[in-house]
Structure formats: C-alpha cells, structure tokens
C-alpha cells in the first residue's frame, strides 16, 4: 500500500474540533443540527474544503458538500455528521468528516486523477439530538420524510426545524427529496468509529472493519397522563401518578428482551411536568428506542412492551399515548462492494447496532462503511476512544477505498 502518513495533520485538524460545542453539563459534547457549535463546524470544514481547493455547496436540505472535480454524474462520496448526541463523543460523525479530508489529501499525495467527481458530504442532525429525528439531512435527501412533517419538527425550546434552517442560511420551503442529487452518486462511504465490539469479536487483531448490515430501529415517545397533585397528602388509594406506568415501561423494555436474543430496547430519555421534587406529575413523555431485525420484528416487540405498560397505566388509572417518531428498516450494504473491501483491506465484514446516514443511502445507491476499531466498544458518551494509529489506518483505507472508486475502469459506463 502506497502511503503518505497523515499523523500530523490528523492531529492538526482533530485538535480544531476538541474546543467546539463542549458540553459543561453533561461532559463531553453537545453539537445539535443547526445550533452554534453546529454552525462553528460547519465554517471549520468549508475552510477546510477551501484550503484544498475543493468548491462547497449546502444542499436543500442543510446537508454540506465539498466537490473535488465538478459535481456529476457517478460521482463517489464519502463524508459523515459533524452533530453529536447531548453528551456525546468525539469521534461518533466527525471522525468520518476529518478522514475524508485526510483521504483528499492522501489521494493527492499519491497522484491519483479522479475519472469521476468526488464528494465530501456532512449530513445534518445525523443523531436526532434535537429535533428527535436520526439521520435528518439524509432522511430528506432520500425522501424517507415527509417535509412538511420535518419542517414542523421542534426542539425542546420550541424552535422548529424551519426555524432553525432559516437562521443557518437554508430554505425550509426547498427541504425535501432531492432525486437528482441522488441519482449522481455512484457509490457513497462513510467511515466511522465503530460502536460496540462486534470487530474484536471478529478479529481481535483488526484495525479497522467493514459494515454488513445495520438493525431495524425506531423511536417511540410514550405519554402517560396522570393526576398532578401533592406529594405529602395524596394517600397512595388516591393517586393516579403517571409515572408508575413510565417505570412499568423502562422494567417491561428490559424484561421482554430477555426472551429475543440480539433485540435491544432503551429509555434513556424521561421528562415528567412539571418536574418537581414534591409535585406527583400530571403527566411524564417516556421515549423507547428499540432495535431487533427487520422493521416487523422490532415493532411486534414494541408492542409487547406497550402491552405492559398499558396494563400498569389501567392499574394506576393513567391515560397512556404512543406516538411513533421515527423507523428505519434493516439495511444490507451493497454485497459486492462490502465483499471487496473486505477482501482488499483484510478487514472483518461486521454488522451493527447503530443508525447510519448510510443506511438511509444504502437502498438508493451502492453503499459501502468502513468502521476504526474502538477498543472499550463504548459509544454515544464521552469515553467513546480510537486510539490515533487505528484512525490513521481507517484514513489510509478510506483512501485506498476512494482510489479503486475512481478509477477509470470502476466506472460503470
Ligand atoms: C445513532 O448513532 C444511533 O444509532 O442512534
Ligand atoms: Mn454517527
Ligand atoms: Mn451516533
């Protein structure tokens, strides 16, 4: 393998993004779609882009772009998300980003001539932090969101997501599907950390791996209506508190689990109002994440979940809502390109537990990830860790991936 190190420069631009988007609360990093750290991001990677002559755009839907070449048909992409869960990592999005600047750099340093455009793409709101919706940028691109219902999406203040891409420079009236944006790209890679352990399992000796496939996955936000009242004089006979049945539900996600190996099922999120030490809750938002196989398995376990926390909800006489916020069906990525970057590189092929933008492009276009091994497997919090030699082998394999892309002869005619 012909190779340049990229270590210092890896260092240079890892260093740019440590300061960006801290959160003081909760450790770690809160960088949600369109909010200032996620603008302070975005001017760092168009100052990137320019620096490497590359021409930038924001597409309709708030997704960033850097060309190498002008944009056309066949083109390969490679990017990530800049966004982080509240209290996220360093490495879950950005990662990606940073490789695919370096893998720009690398190609350059190898002489290599690209027989099609290439593209850096930064996907917003990846994580859903704030909007609620994962894979946001993405979900619109593809047309696996109605816009209407995206637009009128909100934060936890009230701003909508119309709101928010009016103040980052995006017209919400032109969010939606984006088909001939779509129908350009001849094969998208994201290379990101990986989350979990599946690649140690696989190889404990690997580096890097290769996406198979990614789960089901969906989010849920279970309201449970109660009666607010005083909690020094309300007699247990007497109350209708609606956060029995919400616990009802986190000890039913856990227990109906147990009985379907692989199936995950999480509330890592609860927001009882009025929210008072002293106060029973008139009401409580519960939200579910769960994933298990294909699209009907991880409802048909959602519903055994709910079945639960309705019985504890009749029992405590509470009224229980469910709204479904998001599902994404199982994704496969492209057969042959995953098999041939697995043989290639050497690299484990492992599937995972974890949402993707590619697994929103992976239906619409060849579709390919390659993950840098994370050594505790921790993820979606601040420990989440790659050791540096491992990220710099995930750059040179991102750039020997993009390499064979644009080939001449990889070009379908
Ligand atoms: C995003 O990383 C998710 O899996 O929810
Ligand atoms: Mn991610
Ligand atoms: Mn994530």
Redesign the pocket.
Known sequence: MRSHPPDGRFGGLWADLAGIGRDALRGGYARHGFDDADLQLREWFVEQARRRGLDTETDRNGNLWAWWGSPGPNAVVTGSHLDS?PGGGAF?GPLGVVSALLAVDELRLRGVRPAVPLALVCFAE???GRFGL?CLGSRLLVGAIDPDAARRLRDGDGISVADAMQRAGVDPAGAGPDPQRLAGIGAFVELHIE?GRLLRAADPTAAIGVGSSIVA?GRWRITVSGQGNHAGTTAPRDRHDPMIPAAGAVLAARRVIQAHPGAVATVGRLQPIPGGTNVIASSVDVWL?VRHGAAADTSALVDEILHEARAEAELEGCDLRVHRESMTDQVTFDPALTMDLSARLGAPAVPT????DAGLLAPHVPTAMLFVRNPSGV??APDEYAETQDCLTGVRALADTLEGLLAPEAVPR
């Open positions: 869960v879950d990846e994580e859903g994962p989350q996955h994440d537990g974890a949402g993707h993820s979606h």
